[in-house]
């Protein structure tokens, strides 16, 4: 008897079109070699995220967000809702901030909110596509 998917659901937070492209293909390879089926939900800006997150009634297994957004970045974003009734549920799902910034100091993102990591973006599609595996494979494949 077949074993069924796994559904497992992922907000990935990036205003980059190409960003958003390259990581939709890396998730489908990675997909296709997990007993997982990846329900990824792109969200382009820090306002959409807020809102999304907190009328959500079933929250996402983990949270891939890119640190610099249009009008509010990562520590903006986890700040307003660090505020919120719905903190409590929120920062117990697994999170992850990536930044183009070189040793970005992310012992302020990881204590303060309760951040899981903050990673260097990787330079090529390969290394991206490795990067979310392992990711994936950490959090959420166990």
Known sequence: M?????????F?????ITGRSITREAFKRIEEKTDSTLVITYIS?????I????????????????????????????EILSKDESWSRIRKIPTIVFTSIPKFPEYVLLEKYNI????EKPISTKELEGLLKCLIRI????
């Open 12 to 16: 990935f937070i990036e205003d980059s």
């Open 139 to 142: 959090w959420l494949i166990k």
């Open 2 to 10: 077949p074993t069924r998917k796994k559904i497992k659901s992922i």
């Open 116 to 119: 899981n990591a903050s990673i």
């Open 51 to 78: 809102k999304r997150i907190q009328k959500e009634r079933a929250p996402p297994d983990m949270i891939l967000m890119d640190y610099h957004l249009p009008v509010l970045d990562a520590s903006d974003i986890f």
């Open 45 to 49: 800006t820090g306002r959409e995220f």
